[in-house]
T-cell receptor, first 113, second 116 residues
């Protein structure tokens, strides 16, 4: 049973660039959430996707956008990168009917120079 | 808005002994879920244990158990017979049970060191 997978594992960008991170949910899951984890902090909720729609959004600017595909995989896009966007980006998947338990992927480490 | 507080940035325990990690939370809701997640240096967040607020019985998973005090809004994690593999960052998290609030709210974490 494949767990949550994310790509790439590491990424280095410069300020002002754009980045796309990818996530494949655990087999059978239909809901994907994205979190940002700054160094030494707990994860912060960015948004959640279900049925290809953004269902809930956290306190992140519009530079952060996402997409969910018919196969339930998801992308996180960040435009106009800032130094402060450097973080570990975590994807979590769940079943809509059981959304209280979210299963996390290994994350993508983004460094903005 | 809900908040989660972990007051112990770091804890250490001797192998085979017991350690308790603290977590308090603030909410006006009556129905919710609480979680403990473990994040080893490999980064992958792993679910350790889950507690439904409507259940009075404390959750237990093998060597891991919780002490859930709803009135006090306290949710501590006890690890018995600690093993070297338990060394990790531990996060306490909250999620609403109803409405349209699906997000997990995390504390800042407690770094657990296990000494041989």
């Amino acid at each position: 049973d494949a767990g949550v997978t994310q790509s790439p594992t590491h990424l280095i960008k410069t300020r002002g660039q754009q980045v796309t991170l990818r996530c494949s949910p655990k087999s059978g899951h239909d809901t994907v959430s994205w979190y940002q984890q700054a160094l030494g902090q707990g994860p912060q909720f960015i948004f959640q996707y279900y049925e290809e729609e953004e269902r809930q959004r956290g306190n992140f600017p519009d530079r952060f956008s996402g997409h969910q595909f018919p196969n339930y995989s998801s992308e996180l896009n960040v435009n106009a990168l800032l130094l402060g966007d450097s973080a570990l980006y975590l994807c979590a998947s769940s079943l809509r009917t059981s959304v209280e338990t979210q299963y996390f992927g290994p994350g993508t480490r983004l460094l903005v120079l | 808005a809900q908040t989660v507080t972990q007051s112990q940035p770091e804890m250490s325990v001797q192998e085979a002994e017991t350690v308790t990690l603290s977590c308090t939370y603030d909410t006006s809701e009556s129905d919710y879920y609480l979680f403990w997640y473990k994040q080893p240096p490999s980064r992958q967040m792993i679910l350790v244990i889950r507690q439904e607020a409507y259940k009075q019985q404390n959750a237990t998973e093998n060597r891991f158990s919780v002490n859930f005090q709803k009135a006090a809004k306290s949710f501590s994690l006890k690890i018995s017979d600690s093993q070297l593999g338990d060394a990790a960052m531990y996060f306490c998290a909250y999620r609403s049970a109803g409405g349209s609030n699906y997000k997990l709210t995390f504390g800042k974490g407690t770094l657990l060191t296990v000494n041989p």
